[in-house]
């Protein structure tokens, strides 16, 4: 049974709109910037701390330029932040260690990174733009940024980060991979008996880091999703919504599993019955779906939430964030 959650609290005198959401370790952190088509930031966008019971917001740092991550520490007294510049050049981005009291305790612009995460008390960071001869997705640094600690060897480049349980996931241009500082070598899940038939996107991790999730590009019918366990690897679930995903994230618990579906393009493909692409118009509006982890299947839904991001704040409550941050229930 599929059931309709509803909203229980709702801000709506936000400053700017929620761009991203981030619950870890007790503490909520959105990132707060004007919508933007193209990428050009004539205004420093707001890294704000929510309160979890009313989620009345704190500024905590005016970031300049797209503020694509703010990520809380697991002592919560700091909070790591990832921007890109303004006006360019687009290819080098800025970490800055920002304290509960707004202090800015380091920063640094980093030539290739694309993103960070925490990873125990240190710092992973995801490398892109790489010259031929690298082979390196991701490096883990001090947090004060003066030390390197370790490389992520890879043969993509590094996009996207999670942590937790002791494990770093690191979406690649081509791969999703899972390492542990015990291992050697990576997980590769494109390289696994249970990859996906198309590029990955989107990988996120269960807050103990016994399960991944990962959107993939489908064709036609086939599934958008799929959530497989990081113990010994291996299937889990897929999610079987024809329809692409924008982001994921598990509860606090894992045993569910949110998806962002955006509004689609005028025309999608699907296969008829014979088995043929067709292209046909899709009227589904934009949602937010709960799936069951265990199996995939989907157990809430939100039509038209007009969220541009999402995360949970316990195992039944989900924030949504977009012009205004309101939490729903089942």
Partial sequence: MVESLRRVREITDLPASVARLEVRHGAVVSILQPERTVIHWSEAGGVYLHDPIDLRSTL?????????????????????????PANGPYHTGTISIIGRDGALLASEPRSGASDCVWFGDDLAIATCFRSKADTECA????????????????????????????????????????????????????????????????GVLSRDGRLSAVAHHARGDEPQALIYSTDSPMRAAEIADPRAI???????????????????????????????????DDP???????????????????????????????????????RTLSAWTW
């Fill in 60 to 84: 905590l740092a005016r970031v300049p330029g797209w503020i694509r991550r703010a990520t809380p520490a697991p002592d919560q007294k700091r909070v790591a932040v990832f921007s890109l």
């Fill in 139 to 202: 490096q883990i640094w001090s947090a004060d940024l003066t030390r390197k600690l370790a490389i992520l060897p890879g043969e993509s480049s590094g996009l996207e980060l999670d942590a937790a349980g002791g494990l770093l996931a690191v979406g690649c241009a081509h791969d999703h991979l899972l390492w542990r500082p015990v291992e050697d070598s990576p997980f590769s899940l494109m390289r696994s008996a249970f990859a996906p038939p198309s590029e990955v996107s989107g």
């Fill in 246 to 280: 924008a982001q994921l994230d598990f509860s606090p618990s894992g045993a569910f599993l949110a998806a962002l579906l955006p509004e689609p393009a005028a025309t999608i493909l699907r296969r008829d019955e014979r088995g043929k692409l067709v292209a046909f």
């Fill in 284 to 322: 589904t509006p934009a949602a937010v779906r709960v799936y069951r982890s265990a199996d995939g299947s989907v157990v809430g839904e939100i039509p038209n939430p007009n969220a541009r991001t999402l995360a949970w704040l316990d195992d039944e409550t989900l924030l949504l964030g977009g």
